[in-house]
């Protein structure tokens, strides 16, 4: 069974999704930091690809994604360390890239490639939903693949009940008009989007990021949702690290 | 074969918008509004008006006699150069602000290469009195600080973009970033032919007042509409696509499209996009990029801030693939050489993004009875400071040859 739907079958509240990019800061750091990550009670990783331009991100993924690519951080490698980390970590992981990176790669070489090295899902945030719906649904199911999309304060009534249909990992409920990295406090309007998603009674569980970085907006999303992805704060949190077990260790106890 | 775009945004392989969610509401508005609020006889009145006595067109479409002569045809130069703001820029960002303002937008973003647009959108956004922001790479703020000056001088706050290669790609980044942060109140008024549709097709129709005067002012000269060429530079291409719009379906006009070969196609410090790039995304649109295998983009080098875009609009990548364009490059040398030739003959400077197209015309072997069109796209007083680095590399240059 995908390990995803295990996670969501079996976990209904305050999953937390911990977002990193692959070879930041250093190349070889993914398996230590996913083992870190899964032994401190992480559910659910999410494996940053590292892209020239990264257009939905804020500065400190642009940067962690800079500084891996320096690094000589490419897929190939990164299927690899997925595969290597299988043999001790059972955590659900998805990645996280733009389409290109994929259209590049070539999309059927990519999924099996998830699938052999064990990889759950994908969050592409530029591959429209019609996109998917038309061209790739049968591919990604065929290797066992689960997609997540995002819905945003903008997004329509009507999309969100597209996004619901066709997500099958989780919905990536994007907690502002933004891109990645802020890191104020949750606002009441906010809280009132939050509330008028869960009255929509989605099929497909949801999962709040963007501006998640501390106890308090971690509850906050996992009092509106079944839980939260946090992604820049951590990235912050590894840049100064000596000791990427126990800085990681630390983090998850400020969290929760 | 269809060349305009068709009703999901795409020209044959290439266009459509591929866009992460945070814009999607911003781009639909524009998709389902643009071209209702295009053919309002309230807008084309406003439009026609401010390009008549703002921008001072028509732009003529000037005999270039002595051009003639030397390369022993008929050339024609379409004097974009000529309009406010010394480019054809201009007439994208009139069109855009008055969309903007249609949509009840109150604050501008742009981003800028060698500045022009900046410039163009710094100068509507005063006209209009709304709030200006352009983003520029901080390499290319370096090398265009006469248009940084007057986009200051205009009142808009030009922003370094400080990501990546900190040039026009990047720029283009930051302002798409800035859109996600601000969503309701903000348009973004892209500078070329590139981006998620409808933009190519948006900025496609409000340059194309270059092809449709064209077509009455070469009857005006020659009795006919068609010219047997029609040569643009081409970076993202807007000037091109607005040279081109009203010929596209005119097979007898051959349309040729300038890129920028750097210091040579193949030497790794090129921006010729056809020749070196691959089917891609960027910036939310498919099209011809240069990037890695990895799919890395990859920062392309020209001598002109307005050509070293490592994308080239989607339908340029339609026409060129399907062998509707006819494509040459032109080397930083070889720019440099035909801005020095331009001036030197017909009393012009052309801007250093301009003066590739004009490199293309030793390459093309015209006839004598062939008649040209060269879009002259902008003025060169932004790029003097090359020029003069470059006569003075070129002491032999200082005279006229003549």
């Given at each position: 069974?995908?390990?995803?739907?295990?996670?969501?079958?079996?976990?209904?509240?305050?999953?937390?999704?911990?977002?990193?990019?692959?070879?930041?800061?250093?190349?070889?750091?993914?398996?230590?930091?996913?083992?870190a990550?899964?032994?401190?009670?992480?559910?659910?990783?999410?494996?940053?690809?590292?892209?020239?331009?990264?257009?939905?991100?804020?500065?400190?993924?642009?940067?962690?994604?800079?500084?891996?690519?320096?690094n000589?951080?490419?897929?190939?490698?990164?299927?690899?360390?997925?595969?290597?980390?299988?043999?001790r970590?059972?955590?659900?992981?998805?990645?996280?890239?733009?389409?290109?990176?994929?259209?590049?790669?070539?999309?059927?070489?990519?999924?099996?490639?998830?699938?052999?090295?064990?990889?759950?899902?994908?969050?592409?945030?530029?591959?429209?939903?019609?996109?998917?719906?038309?061209?790739?649904?049968?591919?990604?199911d065929?290797?066992?693949?689960?997609?997540?999309?995002?819905?945003?304060?903008?997004?329509?009534?009507?999309?969100?009940?597209?996004?619901?249909?066709?997500?099958?990992?989780?919905?990536?409920?994007?907690?502002?008009?933004?891109?990645?990295?802020?890191?104020?406090?949750?606002?009441d309007?906010?809280?009132?989007?939050?509330?008028?998603?869960?009255?929509?009674?989605?099929?497909?569980?949801?999962?709040i990021?963007?501006?998640?970085?501390?106890?308090?907006?971690?509850?906050?999303?996992?009092?509106?949702?079944?839980?939260?992805?946090?992604?820049?704060?951590?990235?912050?949190?590894?840049?100064?690290?000596?000791?990427?077990?126990?800085?990681?260790?630390?983090?998850?106890?400020?969290?929760? | 074969?269809?060349?305009?775009?068709?009703?999901?945004?795409?020209?044959?392989?290439?266009?459509?918008?591929?866009?992460?969610?945070?814009?999607?509401?911003?781009?639909?508005?524009?998709?389902?509004?643009?071209?209702?609020?295009?053919?309002?006889?309230s807008?084309?009145?406003?439009?026609?008006?401010?390009?008549?006595?703002?921008?001072?067109?028509?732009?003529?479409?000037?005999?270039?006699?002595?051009?003639?002569?030397?390369?022993?045809?008929?050339?024609?130069?379409?004097?974009?150069?000529?309009n406010?703001?010394?480019?054809?820029?201009?007439?994208?960002?009139?069109g855009?602000?008055?969309?903007?303002?249609?949509?009840?937008?109150?604050?501008?973003i742009?981003?800028?290469?060698?500045?022009?647009?900046?410039?163009?959108?710094?100068?509507?956004?005063?006209?209009?009195?709304?709030e200006?922001?352009?983003?520029?790479?901080?390499v290319?703020?370096?090398?265009?600080?006469?248009?940084?000056a007057?986009?200051?001088?205009?009142?808009?706050?030009?922003?370094?973009?400080?990501?990546?290669?900190?040039?026009?790609?990047?720029?283009?980044?930051?302002?798409?970033?800035?859109?996600?942060?601000?969503?309701?109140?903000?348009?973004?008024?892209?500078?070329s032919?590139?981006?998620?549709?409808?933009?190519?097709?948006?900025?496609?129709?409000?340059?194309?007042?270059?092809?449709e005067?064209?077509?009455?002012?070469?009857?005006?000269?020659?009795?006919?509409?068609?010219?047997?060429?029609?040569?643009?530079?081409?970076?993202?291409?807007?000037?091109?696509?607005?040279?081109?719009?009203?010929?596209?379906?005119?097979?007898?006009?051959?349309?040729?499209?300038?890129?920028?070969?750097?210091?040579?196609?193949?030497?790794?410090?090129?921006?010729?996009?056809?020749?070196?790039?691959?089917?891609?995304?960027?910036h939310?649109?498919?099209?011809?990029?240069?990037?890695?295998?990895?799919?890395?983009i990859?920062?392309?080098?020209?001598?002109?801030?307005?050509?070293?875009?490592?994308?080239?609009?989607?339908?340029?990548?339609?026409?060129?693939?399907?062998?509707?364009?006819?494509?040459?490059?032109?080397?930083?040398?070889?720019?440099?050489?035909?801005?020095?030739?331009?001036?030197?003959?017909?009393?012009?400077?052309p801007?250093?993004?301009?003066?590739?197209?004009?490199?293309?015309?030793?390459?093309?072997?015209?006839?004598?009875?062939?008649i040209?069109?060269?879009?002259?796209?902008?003025?060169?007083?932004?790029?003097?400071?090359?020029?003069?680095?470059?006569?003075?590399?070129?002491?032999?240059?200082h005279?006229?040859?003549?």
């Amino acid at each position: 069974m995908n390990r995803l739907e295990s996670l969501f079958s079996n976990k209904y509240k305050e999953i937390l999704n911990v977002y990193f990019t692959a070879g930041h800061p250093t190349k070889d750091a993914t398996q230590d930091i996913i083992y870190a990550l899964e032994q401190n009670g992480v559910d659910l990783i999410e494996v940053g690809i590292p892209y020239s331009d990264p257009m939905a991100d804020g500065e400190t993924i642009q940067k962690s994604s800079a500084i891996a690519l320096s690094n000589g951080m490419n897929l190939s490698l990164l299927f690899q360390q997925v595969k290597d980390s299988r043999r001790r970590s059972n955590v659900p992981i998805v990645l996280m890239g733009y389409y290109n990176q994929m259209l590049q790669f070539g999309i059927e070489k990519f999924l099996k490639q998830c699938q052999l090295s064990g990889v759950d899902g994908l969050i592409i945030p530029d591959l429209p939903m019609s996109i998917y719906k038309n061209e790739y649904i049968d591919l990604f199911d065929k290797y066992d693949v689960k997609i997540s999309f995002l819905i945003t304060p903008e997004t329509s009534d009507e999309r969100i009940r597209l996004a619901d249909e066709l997500s099958n990992g989780f919905i990536y409920v994007v907690s502002k008009s933004s891109i990645t990295g802020t890191s104020s406090n949750i606002d009441d309007a906010q809280k009132h989007y939050f509330e008028r998603i869960e009255k929509m009674k989605l099929n497909t569980p949801r999962l709040i990021g963007f501006g998640i970085h501390d106890k308090k907006t971690y509850q906050t999303a996992c009092n509106h949702s079944q839980g939260a992805i946090i992604g820049s704060a951590f990235i912050r949190t590894l840049n100064g690290s000596s000791d990427i077990s126990k800085t990681i260790s630390e983090f998850i106890n400020r969290i929760r | 074969m269809k060349y305009q775009v068709d009703e999901l945004g795409f020209y044959g392989d290439f266009g459509g918008a591929f866009i992460p969610e945070m814009l999607h509401s911003n781009i639909e508005t524009l998709k389902s509004e643009y071209k209702k609020i295009i053919a309002e006889a309230s807008f084309k009145e406003e439009f026609n008006s401010l390009l008549k006595d703002y921008v001072g067109r028509p732009s003529p479409l000037y005999f270039a006699k002595r051009l003639s002569e030397k390369y022993n045809t008929k050339i024609y130069l379409k004097r974009e150069d000529l309009n406010h703001t010394g480019a054809h820029k201009i007439n994208n960002t009139i069109g855009q602000i008055l969309l903007a303002k249609r949509l009840g937008k109150k604050r501008i973003i742009a981003e800028t290469g060698a500045g022009q647009h900046g410039v163009a959108t710094a100068t509507v956004c005063a006209l209009m009195g709304l709030e200006c922001i352009v983003y520029m790479g901080k390499v290319d703020i370096g090398r265009q600080a006469p248009n940084v000056a007057r986009m200051k001088m205009l009142g808009a706050e030009v922003r370094p973009a400080l990501s990546g290669s900190q040039t026009l790609k990047d720029a283009t980044n930051e302002a798409i970033r800035d859109w996600i942060n601000n969503p309701s109140n903000t348009h973004y008024i892209i500078g070329s032919v590139v981006g998620p549709h409808p933009y190519p097709d948006m900025v496609a129709r409000f340059q194309s007042v270059i092809s449709e005067e064209m077509k009455w002012q070469l009857k005006e000269h020659e009795g006919r509409e068609n010219p047997n060429y029609i040569v643009a530079c081409v970076g993202g291409g807007s000037n091109a696509a607005g040279a081109f719009y009203h010929y596209l379906d005119d097979l007898d006009v051959k349309i040729v499209a300038v890129e920028a070969a750097g210091k040579g196609v193949n030497s790794g410090e090129s921006a010729a996009t056809s020749v070196l790039g691959t089917i891609g995304i960027i910036h939310g649109s498919k099209t011809l990029l240069m990037q890695t295998e990895d799919g890395q983009i990859i920062e392309p080098y020209s001598i002109s801030a307005g050509l070293d875009y490592p994308g080239i609009g989607p339908q340029h990548a339609h026409l060129i693939s399907s062998g509707r364009a006819i494509v040459y490059h032109a080397s930083d040398e070889e720019a440099l050489a035909a801005a020095l030739e331009l001036s030197r003959i017909e009393g012009i400077i052309p801007a250093l993004e301009t003066a590739h197209a004009f490199a293309a015309l030793n390459k093309m072997h015209l006839k004598k009875e062939d008649i040209t069109i060269m879009c002259l796209s902008g003025r060169g007083d932004k790029d003097l400071s090359t020029f003069t680095a470059y006569l003075d590399k070129n002491p032999g240059q200082h005279k006229s040859d003549h």
